[in-house]
């Protein structure tokens, strides 16, 4: 299918809260350009290719049980559903990060699972010990990719293939007690968290916070990604508030210095975080770099 984009579409911005690097199994872009996404959704696996022609146009085709519903997804994946109209910049950094960057868009998967499970393997560890986690299970226990993607395509795993790994598998993927017991929690009762997605907003976070194991940053990062929550702000992260501090005031913050001074957004404050980011703000780096831990040695 063809799709024409009433704005200025950046692939690599939009789907760029999806990504993990060289660890994302389920998000890769080929050498052509072509942006591959593998997803768990309602009807079943699916693969989704995306690219931008020339004229502004979208190409996109899917493959799977799941792919009439990833075609018709595209719109809100890249981000057709946003809308920053109602959006004030009270501070001076924020108003030129925006205007800098008049294409960013909040995009919507559509579906809760796949980023739930990427949250969950996120939470209190290294960037790299999670992704480390996430390409272990997709490489293992996902099923390669519908359709002719690439060999590497993984979609991640289902509910029921994780409710089915024993306690040596979560060993070797490097997924602690903790985390592993509130996938376990959320595979029980996945089918019904997806309503987060038509509730949104606060009653969608607070939907998927009824999980053990999900709280306030969890159900955000799910939020952003499966619904490109504007409000959704990442509290409880180790970088965001230092961050946010750093670019609005020069000085550290933590949590609840942070919501402090984002609360003239509300209900957009996820919003102004993501133009700090793509104005390229970063929490700044002191001291020694935390140590990967390795559980699978232990």
């Not at 519903?69 to 004030?88: K, N």
Request: aromatic fraction near 8%; proline fraction near 6%.
């Amino acid at each position: 299918m063809f799709w024409r984009p009433a704005f200025e579409v950046d692939l690599g911005r939009v789907l760029g809260p999806l990504t993990r690097g060289r660890g994302s199994l389920n998000i890769f872009t080929d050498e052509r350009g072509v942006t591959w996404l593998a997803s768990n959704t309602p009807d079943g696996p699916g693969t989704l290719a995306l690219r931008k022609l020339g004229d502004g146009r979208i190409e996109a085709a899917a493959w799977g049980a799941g792919a009439d519903r990833l075609l018709s997804g595209v719109p809100a994946l890249l981000g057709a559903d946003d809308d920053d109209s109602g959006f004030v910049a009270h501070h001076d950094v924020v108003a030129r990060a925006r205007r800098e960057n008049p294409g960013l868009r909040l995009g919507a998967t559509g579906f809760v699972w796949d980023w739930l499970v990427l949250a969950v393997l996120e939470q209190k560890v290294t960037g790299k010990e999670a992704i480390r986690s996430w390409a272990e299970l997709c490489r293992r226990f996902g099923e390669r990719a519908p359709g002719p993607a690439p060999d590497r395509l993984r979609v991640p795993p289902t509910p029921v293939a994780l409710r089915s790994l024993h306690d040596w598998h979560w060993h070797r993927a490097g997924v602690d007690i903790k985390r592993r017991t509130a996938l376990l929690n959320a595979a029980r009762v996945a089918h019904h968290l997806e309503r987060a997605v038509e509730l949104r907003g606060r009653e969608g976070r607070l939907l998927l916070r009824h999980v053990p194991g999900i709280g306030v940053w969890t159900a955000a990062e799910i939020a952003q990604r499966a619904w490109g929550d504007p409000d959704a702000v990442s509290f409880g992260d180790y970088n965001i508030p230092s961050m946010v501090g750093h670019a609005l005031l020069g000085a550290k913050l933590d949590d609840e210095g942070m919501a402090e001074l984002l609360a003239p957004y509300a209900p957009q404050r996820q919003r102004a975080v993501r133009y700090l980011e793509a104005a390229g703000h970063r929490r700044p780096r002191f001291g020694p770099r935390i140590e990967l831990r390795e559980y699978r040695a232990m």
